[in-house]
């Protein structure tokens, strides 16, 4: 194998591996999506189960070793909102 034939083959496989890297991007986003869409199939009137998964799909999106959410009684909110 000469040298160009050697530097298609590393492109070729730099290529490769970069395809391969967007490919595992876009399922892991496809998994967060469908995660949240069946939170929702399941708990339409629930609110709690599809911020959850949203929150936990998000982290998981992100890779984020941990995550924290906070949330606010109306008599907490500005205005009682």
């Known amino acids: 194998m000469n040298q160009l034939e050697t530097g298609e083959a590393s492109e070729a496989a730099h290529g490769n591996s970069d395809l391969q890297k967007e490919l595992a991007e876009v399922l892991r986003q496809r998994a967060a999506i469908s995660a949240v869409l069946r939170a ?3 708990s339409p009137h629930d609110l709690q189960p599809i ?10 999106v992100c890779r984020a070793a941990m995550f924290m959410t906070l949330s606010m009684s109306s008599k907490e909110k500005p205005n009682g909102r």
């Open 40 to 42: 929702i199939a399941n």
């Open 51 to 60: 911020f959850q998964a949203i929150l936990d799909s998000a982290a998981h």
